[in-house]
């Protein structure tokens, strides 16, 4: 069946970088964008940008330009996000999805926790 | 871009019919079919119940329905059962490859 599963738990601290991985299959990977969506404590989703696993092209949304680099691996079918400077603020689960976002995000990941703690 | 604008809360009760909006505007949810709705339980994935505005994935029981008008998108809940209680999320296409979210609903059966 079609699954994203991704990498465990991280705690950060300020300043520091985190890298997030989640990995397909049950479908082609290069065939579907894979969005990238946090959830803070307390807060509502929040969408962060997506990658084209094919080309590798990815848009973020302005929140995040300069911060946020999404990238993927083919041949291990995995896309990964890695998120500099963190903040406290940075503190949240991050989810990965599948599109095309036109149709829905279908499925998503089980949810990354990171933690950015000094 | 700003969040789309949902009501914080809804309730009803067993059996009972719920209507959660979800408001943009021109740029987002009125200019494009791109409306799709997320059911979330805390600590779990969120789940895709509506895209395309109106069309519901495989899986997803009947009571659950969705509608636009203007800049408006609306789910429906019918029929409320205990398990529908869950926060639920709008999500729209904004134009130049951005997407936002509603700032989510939380669903409460009575």
């Known amino acids: 069946q079609v699954q994203l599963v991704q990498s465990g738990a991280e705690v950060k601290k300020p300043g520091a970088s985190v890298k997030v991985s989640c990995k397909a299959s049950?479908?082609?990977?290069?065939?579907?964008?894979i969005h990238w969506v946090r959830q803070a404590p307390g807060q509502g989703l929040e969408w962060m940008g997506w990658i084209n696993p094919n080309s590798g092209g990815t848009t973020f949304t302005q929140k995040y330009q300069g911060r946020v680099t999404m990238t993927r691996d083919t041949s291990i079918s995995t896309v990964y996000m890695d998120l500099s400077s963190l903040e406290s603020d940075d503190t949240a689960v991050y989810y990965c999805a599948r599109g095309p976002a036109t149709k829905g995000l279908d499925p998503w990941g089980q949810g990354t926790l990171v933690t950015v703690s000094s | 871009q700003s969040a789309l604008t949902q009501p914080p809360s809804a309730s009803g009760s067993p059996g009972q019919s719920v209507t959660i909006s979800c408001t943009g505007s021109?740029?987002?949810?009125?200019?494009?079919?791109?409306v799709s709705w997320y059911q979330h339980h805390p600590g779990k994935a969120p789940k895709l119940i509506i895209s395309?505005?109106?069309k519901r994935p495989s899986g997803v029981p009947d009571r659950f329905s969705g509608s636009k008008s203007g800049n408006t998108a609306s789910l429906t809940v019918s029929g409320l059962q205990a398990e529908d209680e869950a926060d639920y999320y709008c999500?729209?296409?904004?134009?130049?490859?951005?997407?936002?979210f509603g700032g989510g609903t939380k669903l409460t059966v009575l």
């Open positions: 049950g479908y082609t990977f290069t065939g579907y964008y």
């Open positions: 021109s740029s987002d949810v009125g200019g494009y079919s791109h």
């Open positions: 999500y729209s296409y904004a134009g130049s490859d951005n997407w936002v």
């Open positions: 395309e505005v109106s």
